[in-house]
Every structure is written in structure tokens, then in C-alpha cells.
């Protein structure tokens, strides 16, 4: 019996990549059955129990006859392997033969600028600081209507349990088997009540600094505009913000930080939310069964300014102490692109902002202060030139539209064959 040999070479011809597939078949078992290759990217999660995701790109059916069939494919620009934190893009080639599938995985790996060298914990602060509040202070730099609704909470939470503990030293010993069973389960009902209502009110702890973030006058989100940011575009920090600081913001910190973002999906336990309210505690058999996760791991991250205001009195214009430029060239020389399985393997270059599956990026403006709380604001990508990532000759531009067949295939918890193992 014939030994099937699979192998895939990469070469470059003008400029272009290309993936060569020689095929050996077994003339003695396979002469005459019909054959199709295809390309293959997939997204794995590095969890238990992925939810990968595919782009395949049907090369050629063909119907063996000769010892060795030798195909050719382009391979689109956005079309690269990668292995990161928490997913990895994993490439191969595939022939079906019948019910017989030969596999073989190639790497295919984009070379970019590295970052420097950093510790997870040096890439945690750099990615986000960590955040020191005074509650107290920035509870009086709430507007009237949340310090109210605050004042009013904290004074029912301190009156229930004032009721609570009254009861138990009152009336507890008091009561029968029935009795106490039916007012333990009153106050564990009261009590998630009052977690519901402070968990809801984090969304009103929301302090006046005066500072608010926007975007550029002349950009633009709209698909196909060329009012995009690329690495010609030239900005000061001030064109992103504006406002008056409504109390001293001393030792105020502007950060502006860029990094890649690793989305994936897995199956896990439902988590217990209190913010569901009482009636989800109870029903255990609810959240405890399985659903799909998103996992979203921001790494690479670029620390592009960084600046700290000593002095930053009450009545400032804020964009006045910030009035330096910002160089977003790293953007698209230290970054990855997004990749095939990101834009989704059709062509388009689409905004990411519902893609779940692959390599995206990210630009973050970050105020800090000792003891106020932070402000954050990300830019939306759809404000972003994806063709800039391309035009470093180290980066190259993706392929035309149309190129794929395009259709992207999510396999819940069965990821395809092992590259390399013949099914």
C-alpha cells in the first residue's frame, strides 16, 4: 500500500505569498476519486472548552490521476499565524479524499517590532494603573440627584439593619422550627434586595470632573471615508479633550495607551450576578448550566503619552495643560493588524466592533488622579485606516475583495482535526 504524502512550501512571487501544495496519492486505492483542498485559519481559545472559529478558502476540486498534483494559492495579507496569552491562529492545508482527510499544518507568522521586554505586572500597569479612590471625596463631586439617592440608600441599608438586629434579639428565641425558618428566609431575601439596589447604583457613581473626551473635528467613522487616522495623521493630546476641571485636580495624569486585543469564545458555568435580582440567586438550576463565554485580553500594550499636572487648579481649561503632540505612527508599526479571522474572512474591511474571534487593537485615553475616580475613554475603531497597518513593507496590504469564499464557521466545543494527523 502506498504511502499519501501531503506538503505545503511557502514562496513569494512579486511581491505576493503563496502557499504550493504537492499531493502524492495512493494510485493503487485512489485513482479516479474526486479530491478537494482547501486553506484553512482557525481561531483556538486556550480554554477547556473552546469555541473555535474558521475561515476556509476552497483551492480546487480535482480527480486524481497522476503521482503528484501540485496546486498553487494566494494567501490574503491579513492571512498570518499567531500564538499569543490566551488564543492562537493555527493554519493548514486539508484534501478529502471520501470519507479520508490528510492534514498539514504550516506557520505562516507576521514579523513586527517587538515591545520591550516587561513582567505581567509591568504589563498589567502599563495596560491600566491601578486606581486609588477617596469614596468620600468624590461623593461630594456627584451631581445632587445621585448624592440624594446615595445619602437615602445608605440611611435605609443602616435602618434595616437596625431592624435586623432589634428582631433577633427580641423575638428569635421565640419561635418555632417553622417560624424561624420562614423569617431567616424573609431577611436573605431583604438582604439581597439591598445588594440588587447598590450594585445598580454604581452606574450613577459617576463624579463632575469637568473633563470630557471627543474626537477630532474632520474625522470620521463612516465606512469608506478617507477622513481616517493613519500613521501620516498628526494630532495634539488637546484635540481629544475639553472642559473646565470643576475642583482641583492636583497630580491629575494623562495616559494614551495602544495594545492588541485577543477576543475568543469558550463554554463555561454560568456565573452568579447579583444585579439579576433574587429571583436568579434561587434559581439554581439556571445559572449553573453551561453558556458561551467571551474572553477579551488586551497584550502589547504601547504606553504613547504620559504626562503628570502638579498643579491643576478648580476653573483650568484642561486641554491647556496638555497641549503636546501625539505620535500614533507605533499604532501601525508595533502592533499586529487585524487579522483574517477578525474581519472575517470575507473581503471587507470592516470596523471590529462585533467581531468575537481573533486579533484586534485598541487606543485608550486614561485620566488618572490619586483619588478621584479615573475617566476612561477608547476609540472606536471604525475611526482607524485599516489599510495603514499595511503600508510598513514589513506589513502588507490585504488582499482585494472577493478573494475569499469567505464564510466563517464557529465549532462549539469540537475543534477540527489535529494538523498533521491523517482522519
Avoid at 443602616?158 to 428565641?173: D, P, Q, R, Y
Avoid at 487606543?363 to 478621584?372: D, I, K, N, S, V
Amino acid at each position: 500500500m502506498g504511502k499519501v504524502i501531503l506538503e505545503v512550501k511557502l514562496e513569494k512571487l512579486e511581491g505576493q505569498h503563496q502557499a504550493v501544495i504537492l499531493f502524492h496519492p495512493d494510485l493503487r486505492k485512489q485513482t479516479g476519486k474526486t479530491a478537494e483542498v482547501k486553506l484553512v485559519l482557525s481561531c483556538r481559545a486556550e480554554e477547556s472548552s473552546p469555541i473555535n472559529k474558521n475561515i476556509e478558502k476552497r483551492i480546487e476540486t480535482f480527480t486524481i490521476l497522476e503521482p503528484v498534483h501540485t496546486f498553487r494559492c494566494d494567501l490574503s495579507r491579513r492571512f498570518f499565524t499567531y500564538e499569543g496569552s490566551s488564543l492562537q491562529l493555527v493554519a493548514w492545508i486539508s484534501v478529502d479524499v471520501g470519507s479520508a482527510r490528510f492534514v498539514q499544518k504550516f506557520e505562516k507568522p507576521l514579523r513586527i517590532v517587538e515591545p520591550e521586554a516587561a513582567s505581567q505586572e509591568e504589563e498589567r500597569e502599563r495596560i491600566s494603573p491601578p486606581d486609588a479612590v477617596s469614596y468620600v471625596k468624590n461623593f461630594f463631586l456627584l451631581p445632587t440627584d445621585s448624592q440624594l439617592i446615595y445619602a437615602g440608600l445608605f440611611l435605609a441599608t443602616l435602618f434595616t439593619l437596625w431592624l435586623a438586629e432589634k428582631f433577633l434579639v427580641t423575638s428569635v428565641l421565640r419561635m418555632n422550627d417553622d417560624q424561624m425558618e420562614m423569617a431567616l428566609m424573609v431577611m436573605v431575601l431583604v438582604g439581597f434586595f439591598f445588594v440588587y439596589l447598590w450594585v445598580k447604583s454604581r452606574s450613577l457613581f459617576k463624579p463632575e470632573l469637568g473633563l470630557r473626551f471627543k474626537i477630532p473635528r474632520g474625522l470620521s467613522d463612516q465606512p469608506g471615508h478617507e477622513s481616517k487616522i493613519n500613521r501620516e495623521s498628526l494630532f495634539q493630546v488637546s484635540d481629544w479633550l475639553e472642559g473646565v476641571a470643576e475642583t482641583d485636580l492636583h497630580g491629575g495624569r494623562l495616559r494614551v495607551v495602544a495594545g492588541n486585543i485577543e477576543k475568543g469564545r469558550h463554554v463555561g458555568e454560568r456565573e452568579l450576578d447579583a444585579s439579576k435580582g433574587v429571583a436568579h440567586f434561587f434559581k439554581t438550576s439556571n445559572w449553573k448550566r453551561n453558556v458561551v463565554k467571551e474572553s477579551s485580553v488586551k497584550v502589547r500594550p504601547l504606553v504613547l503619552y504620559d504626562k503628570t499636572v502638579e498643579q491643576l487648579p478648580r476653573g483650568s481649561k484642561l486641554a491647556a495643560y496638555f497641549n503636546d503632540p501625539l505620535d500614533l505612527r507605533p499604532v501601525f508599526t508595533q502592533l499586529y493588524p487585524p487579522d483574517l479571522v477578525a474581519t472575517g474572512g470575507d473581503g471587507e474591511r470592516l470596523p471590529l466592533e462585533e467581531w468575537t474571534h481573533g486579533l484586534g487593537y485598541y487606543l485608550e485615553f486614561q485620566f488618572l488622579h490619586p483619588t478621584l475616580v479615573d475617566v476612561m475613554f477608547e476609540v472606536s475603531s471604525s475611526y482607524f485606516d485599516p489599510l495603514a497597518f499595511y503600508s510598513n513593507p514589513i506589513i502588507e496590504p490585504p488582499a482585494e475583495q472577493g478573494s475569499w469564499d469567505g464564510h466563517g464557521e464557529e465549532e462549539e466545543l469540537k475543534p477540527p482535526a489535529p494538523p498533521g494527523m491523517d482522519e
